[in-house]
């Protein structure tokens, strides 16, 4: 194998690639973080729920963590994708990685921190709204919102537990099925709350002269104004370095899933995973903590292929 040689080559620079990444520089391990720029929250203009930097920029907090990396001599991070990864034929894992440059890399271990894509229900205008008046997340985004005129617009009748949720926050949410079959159940433990049930199609969503979210069109040509519209988005993990290697998946709700146990290792030897690659419901706090996680029991297994190597040696 050819090219520059790493401990770990992390791809995904983002809150659990960066996490991971500062846990093996304090064990003196060579790492390469490979990121492409483009992390999950990057259309919002603050995060919230992050102990200590609630209310700030999700970038602002990706920056601050570059810069902390600075202090570990033998941390790297590059601004690319990777193209192939290609497994080696020895008996302690290794890989080569080719990236879309075509620069070439080896590592003895991978963490994948890639994220995932949210895919929008396909209604006019709705997208371009996404991370403002358009969110997903009650906890992350319902606190700001108090008060204020709320519509929901499911992609399945679980979402009927988000409405509850946010009407813990006000009084005036409005539960659009847009063709989902909401259970009798459902429908009823959601009215018995005040939470209006909208059976009209919805047909656009559109915005003020100022370009702000206005109002929600239906399908009969009235329209009803809202203040923010809660969508469940559905994940696509940004997954194919993990195709590459052959992960083992499973399916859930309708999507591919890569496994991984409590410390982010998948079932391909030498290949980790954190983040939302391999949850849509990791927070930011809860990626920070997979890719700690996730750093560290790389590097408990870098010691024991080091102890295998130095036992062989002695031997």
Known sequence: MSGTAWDVLIVGGGSAGLSAALMLGRSRRRVLVVDGGEPRNRVAGH??????????????????GRAELTRYDDVVIESATVATVTPADDDEPAFEVVLSSGERHTTRRILVATGLRDRLPEIPGLADHWGSGVVSCPYCDGWEVRDQRIAVIPTSAANAHQAQLLRQLSSDVVFHSHGVALPAPARASLEARGITVDERAVTEVVADGDGRLRAIHYDDGTEREVDVIFVAPRPEPNDDVLQ????????????????????????????????????????????????????????????????????????
Do not use: C, F, K, Y
Not at 52 to 64: E, Y
Not at 289 to 306: E, F, K
């Open 244 to 315: 590459q290697v052959r992960a083992r998946r499973m399916r859930n709700d309708g999507v591919d899933w890569v496994l991984v146990d409590e410390d982010g290792r998948t079932s391909v030897r030498g290949v980790w995973a954190a983040g939302n690659v391999v949850s849509a419901r990791a927070t930011v706090p809860g990626s920070m903590a997979a890719g700690n996680t996730a750093g560290a029991a790389i590097n408990a297994d870098l010691i024991d292929a080091d102890i295998r190597a130095a036992v062989a040696a002695a031997g």
């Open 47 to 64: 995060m919230h729920g992050v102990l200590g930097r609630d209310h700030t920029s999700p970038l602002d907090l990706l920056a601050a």
